[in-house]
């Protein structure tokens, strides 16, 4: 059984950065992609990136580029967020989940294991 545990979230001003983390226990990284989304209070969930543990392939959403950056540290069964110049616009409940079949999918329903969420406020 796959369990991911996200950590990171909390308040921050605008302009500041969190760096999330979700460890996956129970499988290993190397044979899954991860990706990380997030949810607004009364709007859709939305892919932010994914990371491909098979081939390392990184994609990361058009709204946060340049701000997010997805990394795992080699060896580690970790992924991180990095998030720079935060704007109110990113408060939301940050995920991460596991898929097996697509090599970093941007699509929420193809992703079979969750972690509990995050909250991120980016509030002066």
């Known amino acids: 059984q796959i369990h991911l545990v996200e950590s990171g979230g909390g308040l921050v001003q605008p302009g500041g950065s969190l760096r999330l983390s979700c460890s996956v226990f129970?499988?290993?990284?190397?044979?899954?992609?991860i990706g990380w989304f997030r949810q607004a209070p009364g709007k859709e969930r939305e892919w932010v990136s994914c990371?491909?543990?098979?081939?390392?392939?990184?994609r990361v959403a058009g709204d946060v580029q340049g701000r997010f950056a997805i990394s795992r540290e080699k060896g580690e069964n970790t992924v991180y967020l990095q998030m720079n110049s935060l704007k109110p616009a990113d408060t939301a409940v940050y995920s991460c989940?596991?898929?097996?079949?697509?090599?970093?999918?941007?699509?929420?329903?193809?992703?079979?294991?969750w972690g509990q969420g995050t909250q991120v406020t980016v509030s002066s």
């Open positions: 129970g499988e290993s990284l190397d044979h899954y992609s």
């Open positions: 989940a596991v898929e097996y079949d697509y090599g970093c999918s941007l699509r929420w329903n193809d992703y079979q294991y």
């Open positions: 990371l491909s543990g098979r081939d390392g392939r990184i």
